[in-house]
């Protein structure tokens, strides 16, 4: 056992009971731990210092990752406020030494004040992460039934149903969490709502207007590098003018040459960014996110969270990403806890959290769970 284990990125395919194991786990682990992650919940459970890296140096801050957002967020306000404030000094004294330069009678206070700007600190300028913004397109209305699942059961093999007597519906205005433990059927559930896979029973119903979208990692993966995102999205949609491909890819902050780059140039959150203008571009009314946090620097985390929630189109996520889950969804269903299930749970996910840790907490009939 190394004393100094690495852990890059290591929670993003975690569930919640298995998550809450690790994170006790490592919490008593007696040896110094390096994390890599973009996890806020796990790294406020678990971590008691942060190391930021930017600009191609490291500084070292005390605290969980809420602290050091907080400190640093204060600090920079304070080094903003004492570089304005050096701003006006220096020119306060400059306004003096234009003004009596050639003043005979003023030369001696002239010069005092030219040595006095001379020695004044010359402040760097504050630099601050960039706000990753951008916006998913108007759907416009759809009238209801938008997506309806009726009594559905699905399963692989017909003698070992996955999903038994699923209901639940979506509109354009649900925000909807589906969470439970790996391998229960949470991504089966999201092709049957895309109509990859047919139910062995009972019905989801569209409606006939319908647009429907996913976003999965492998969009980001199956990029063409070798492509500029205008290049990508006119392959993708034949027919589509360069115009209309440049302002759609604007309104997810791809302005201007980022949208001439080769893909293999850019970070990956723009390349994210290219996957979710693809999504987009038919202005789905429902839009389905499969693990959309994984891979994905706070930024854009944070920059996909305010889109979302100003999105007037449907939302459904799988993940396991607590933050971002609370800071989307108002609903949350559990699948798999009894077996084949898919129930409506009463509370937001921290409460989940809280009860996957005993598998008691979700037989049927449980307090934490209701029936849709």
């Known amino acids: 056992m190394p004393h100094y284990p690495l852990h890059p990125s290591p929670i993003c395919s975690l569930d919640a009971k298995t998550l809450l194991w690790l994170v006790e786990y490592l919490v008593t682990y007696p040896k110094t731990l390096i994390i890599v992650s973009h996890d806020r919940w796990f790294l406020n459970a678990v971590c008691t210092d942060i190391i930021h890296l930017y600009n191609k140096l490291l500084t070292y801050w005390k605290g969980d990752y809420d602290t050091f957002e907080r400190t640093r967020a204060e600090k920079q306000r304070c080094l903003?406020?004492?570089?304005?404030a050096a701003d006006l000094r220096r020119a306060h004294i400059q306004a003096f030494i234009d003004k009596f330069r050639y003043n005979a009678k003023r030369a001696a206070l002239v010069q005092s004040r030219i040595k006095a700007l001379e020695r004044m600190e010359v402040m760097e300028e504050v630099a601050d992460d960039?706000?990753?913004?951008?916006e998913f397109p108007d759907p416009g209305a759809l009238g209801v039934p938008v997506l309806q699942v009726d009594d559905v059961t699905f399963g692989y093999t017909p003698d070992r149903p996955l999903l038994k007597k699923a209901n639940f519906s979506i509109?354009?205005?649900?925000?909807i969490a589906i969470v439970g433990p790996n391998g229960v059927?949470?991504?089966?559930l999201i092709k049957l709502l895309l109509n990859e896979l047919e139910p062995q029973?009972?019905?989801?119903?569209?409606?006939?207007k319908l647009r429907i979208a996913c976003f999965t990692q492998h969009h980001v993966n199956q990029l063409d590098l070798g492509a500029t995102p205008v290049e990508y999205l006119q392959r993708m949609f034949p027919g589509s003018k360069p115009e209309a491909v440049r302002a759609h890819l604007g309104s997810f902050g791809l302005h201007g040459d980022l949208s001439l780059q080769r893909m293999s140039t850019l970070s990956g959150g723009q390349k994210s960014r290219v996957a979710f203008a693809v999504i987009t571009w038919k202005k789905p009314h429902v839009v389905l996110l499969d693990e959309p946090t994984n891979h994905l620097d706070?930024?854009?985390?944070?920059?996909?969270?305010?889109?979302?929630?100003?999105?007037n189109g449907g939302v459904v996520v799988v993940s396991h990403d607590q933050h971002f889950v609370e800071s989307v969804c108002d609903e949350i269903f559990v699948v798999g806890q009894p077996a084949g299930c898919v129930r409506k749970f009463k509370g937001e996910f921290k409460d989940y959290r809280r009860v996957a840790e005993s598998e008691k907490a979700f037989q049927l009939g449980g307090d934490a769970e209701e029936d849709d």
């Open 185 to 188: 059927g949470k991504s089966t």
């Open 171 to 175: 509109d354009t205005s649900s925000r």
């Open 130 to 134: 960039p706000k990753w913004r951008f």
């Open 298 to 311: 706070i930024e854009t985390i944070d920059a996909v969270t305010v889109a979302l929630g100003n999105y």
């Open 80 to 84: 903003v406020k004492s570089a304005e």
């Open 201 to 208: 029973a009972g019905s989801v119903v569209r409606n006939s």
